[in-house]
């Protein structure tokens, strides 16, 4: 499945966009993928908070910032953005 990652906001707010195909994932991001749900948009909680979204090709879409996001997908962020 197609999906982009668009990461903004921290001090500098550098927007960041990665298109990518769920398929070429290591298996736990991928099982990761599958259990999220389409979020309504939660706001950073601090003014250099990094905002997150995924768009997914069936239309879910999640929203969210390092605030208010659980480890395990922090650490699927922090893998995106370091392997593009």
């Known amino acids: 499945m197609k999906i982009r990652y ?3 906001g921290g001090i500098a707010n550098i927007i960041r966009t990665v ?3 769920s398929n070429e994932l290591p298996h736990k991001y991928q099982n990761l993928l599958r259990t999220l749900e389409s979020s309504d948009p939660l706001e950073p909680a601090y003014a250099d908070d990094f ?3 995924l768009e997914f090709e069936d239309g879910r879409i999640i929203r969210c910032s ?3 996001s659980p480890p395990e997908l922090l ?3 922090e ?3 370091q392997r593009r």
């Open 66 to 68: 390092d605030s208010v």
């Open 79 to 81: 893998y995106l953005t």
């Open 75 to 77: 650490e699927f962020f």
């Open 6 to 8: 668009k990461r903004s």
């Open 19 to 21: 298109e990518f195909d």
């Open 51 to 53: 905002y997150h979204q």
